[in-house]
């Protein structure tokens, strides 16, 4: 199991930066994958980055790349989510997520953090 325990959100002006971080209780065995997922109201939730536990490649929507950064500490099973240059179309509530496959789809992570809002204002 994997439980996991998100920090960090709040709100900004555009043009500014919050860092969030997930904190990972894991109990079984096995690589996972780790991503942030975002969910604006009234839309489905869409993958933001994915870093892989396997080989620490990553992955970035096209709408975040360049001013989002997805790292992982292994040591202290944390992971995190440096956003810059933040926009107000980023605002919306972000997930972290925990699953056994690469991918950007929703439905491939089994395990969810609680969900930090991050609002942005122009």
């Known amino acids: 199991q994997v439980q996991l325990v998100e920090s960090g959100g709040g709100s900004v002006q555009a043009g500014g930066s919050l860092t969030l971080s997930c904190a990972a209780s894991?109990?079984?065995?096995?690589?996972?994958?780790m991503a942030w997922f975002r969910q604006a109201p009234g839309m489905e939730r869409q993958g933001v980055a994915i870093i892989s536990g396997r080989n620490g490649h990553t992955w970035y929507a096209a709408s975040v790349k360049g001013r989002f950064t997805i790292s992982e500490d292994s040591a202290e099973k944390r992971l995190y989510l440096q956003m810059n240059t933040l926009k107000p179309e980023d605002t919306g509530t972000y997930y972290c997520?925990?699953?056994?496959?690469?991918?950007?789809?929703?439905?491939?992570?089994?395990?969810w953090g609680q969900g930090a809002q991050v609002t942005v204002s122009s």
């Open positions: 997520a925990f699953g056994k496959a690469f991918s950007s789809r929703a439905a491939d992570y089994k395990f």
């Open positions: 894991i109990s079984s065995s096995g690589t996972y994958h």
